[in-house]
């Protein structure tokens, strides 16, 4: 079935401003995962975001403890 562009536009114009927010999100969702699948890493670059990955992640590890020591000092209090 040919899609007309022009009975879609007209559908468009039919539909609620709740139907409107929900084609709009869909169009951002299409966009995405167009952008997505056009977007390769190279090999070299794996090696430089695992790195960043890893430093980020022990930081909010480590902060995640101190907030897990605190939480512990205050059950233990109560």
């Known amino acids: 079935m040919p899609i007309c562009s022009e009975v879609i536009k007209q ?6 401003e709740e139907q ?14 167009s952008k997505r699948r056009h977007r ?9 975001l695992a790195t960043e ?3 980020e992640d022990r930081a909010l590890a480590e902060e995640g403890m101190n907030d897990y020591a605190t939480m512990l000092d205050l059950e233990d209090r109560q």
């Open 20 to 33: 409107l927010q929900q084609v709009a999100n869909f169009i951002a969702f299409l966009k995405f995962q």
């Open 53 to 55: 990955f890893a430093e």
């Open 40 to 48: 390769q890493i190279e090999p070299s670059q794996l090696a430089s």
């Open 11 to 16: 559908d468009i114009d039919r539909l609620t």
